[in-house]
């Protein structure tokens, strides 16, 4: 097997989506790690790699690839008989988990991600919270969860029946997000909660969490 | 055949768009069902059935309800593989992975500062609301460094993900349509040599051609 590479960092949201694909499908992997406080994803050989300067950027084999819901989606179909089935071979039911991975990606990740920054990166960094834009984004993020609150009261896992991508894309920012006072918007809902436990337990996760600092 | 596959939401939606630029492609028949947002169509409780975030667009085909455009594509490319555009959405695994890759890059890279650009733009004085110059500027800056990047890659190939017009290309075509026909913006486009280049060759489909005709006020 030429071997596959994940170039970035576990503390990196889009690169911890990666490597719980990676972990779920029980693929063997090197970590390259990628120092951004040093600005090495802005240069030339990463470029190569990711010509948006961010991480991840992924080989495997010849193949070249960024975007880490393009990789995890890569890795699924690639590896689809190793380790956990994070795709469904039926169209409609792929269909299906394509719609809540898209609805991850558009609607929960910005006012997610807004929320990540406000109450757990700044703070990392030194800097003020402003806490007139956490109360926005709680009240945006609230809504949003009030539909997946729906969602899950019809259906275990937000693709569909079983655990796959459109959950597992979810887990780097629900992981800072439950360590802030964000917590409390999934822990008042009741199948949220219940969702939300049920894939931060998985051992794939935790091999990610794991390798933090933090 | 009976046009089983319906779609919900007007034509002038950059996400609507996007679906009934994927259906021409792949020569697929559908019925366009107009929901009316003036009225508030798209939060009534029917509506939120077949899209619980109360937004356009919806689909349906024989029965089977799918919401957000990204996904719409990716399903009518698999469903109907064997026709139309049968390259649309990559013939093997590798060529399908680099259309995801511009697919994403399009969704968090070109899509979030241009979707602010459209709406502050095009749509704005049209509702007559105030534009945010700040965010306009903002937003202008953070789409040519974008732009930048696609330069450089649409001198190594054609299209995004490679020689053929893929589905990545064409999810940009309704933003950039906006910006280039009812802004100012349209020169960070043309200006650049190959994104300029592109522009023109995937604004000419005839695809995209019915969109814009279906676009206009009737």
């Known amino acids: 097997m030429a071997g596959i590479k994940l170039h970035g960092n576990a503390l990196s949201t889009a690169a911890s989506r990666v490597l719980a694909a990676l972990y779920e499908k029980e693929v063997e992997f090197e970590l390259v790690p990628i120092d951004m406080i040093a600005g090495e994803h802005k240069k030339e050989s990463f470029l190569a790699l990711n010509p948006f300067g961010q991480v991840p950027a992924f080989e495997d084999g010849d193949l070249q690839l960024f975007e880490s819901r393009a990789i995890t989606q890569y890795i699924a179909r690639e590896y689809a008989s190793k380790g956990t089935p994070l795709i469904f071979p039926d169209s409609k039911k792929m269909a299906i988990l394509s719609v809540w991975a898209e609805v991850e990606a558009h609607t929960f990740d910005p006012p997610a991600s807004k929320l990540k920054d406000e109450l757990a990166m700044k703070p990392f960094l030194g800097l003020a919270t402003d806490f007139a834009v956490v109360e926005e984004f709680e009240a945006k993020l609230g809504k949003i969860l009030d539909v997946y609150e729906t969602r899950l009261g019809q259906s275990k896992y937000l693709g569909g029946d079983c655990f796959s991508l459109a959950d597992l894309h979810h887990l780097p920012i629900i992981h800072y997000l439950m360590r802030t006072q964000a917590k409390k918007l999934f822990e008042c809902r009741p199948n949220v909660s219940a969702w939300v436990a049920d894939i931060t337990a998985r051992p794939a996760w935790k091999k990610v969490v794991a390798m933090r600092a933090y | ?218």
């Open chain 2, 1 to 218: 055949m009976a046009t089983s596959v319906k779609v919900y939401g007007p034509p002038i939606s950059t996400a609507v768009s996007r679906v009934l630029a994927c259906l021409h492609e792949k020569e697929v028949p559908y019925q366009l069902i107009p929901v009316n947002m003036a009225k508030g169509e798209h939060k009534k409780p029917e509506y939120l059935k077949i899209q619980p975030f109360g937004q356009v667009p919806a689909f349906e085909d024989e029965g089977f309800a799918l919401f957000e455009s990204r996904s719409i594509c990716r399903y009518i490319c698999e469903k109907y593989a064997k026709q139309g555009n049968k390259g649309l959405y990559g013939e093997n695994p590798l060529a399908k992975a680099s259309i995801d890759q511009w697919l994403e890059a399009e969704s968090h890279s070109f899509s979030p500062p241009s979707s602010v650009l459209v709406f502050q733009l095009a749509f704005a004085p049209r509702m007559k609301l105030k534009q945010d110059q700040g965010a306009i500027r903002q937003n202008e800056e953070k789409l040519k460094k974008v732009l930048d990047v696609y330069e450089e890659t649409l001198r190594e190939s054609r299209f995004l993900a490679g020689d053929d017009f893929t589905l990545a290309d064409l999810s940009h075509l309704p933003n950039t349509h906006y910006l280039v026909n009812s802004s100012d913006m349209g020169e960070l486009f043309t200006e650049r040599d190959n994104v300029g280049r592109w522009w023109s060759e995937i604004s000419s489909r005839e695809s995209w051609q019915k969109v814009v005709e279906m676009q206009k006020p009737a």
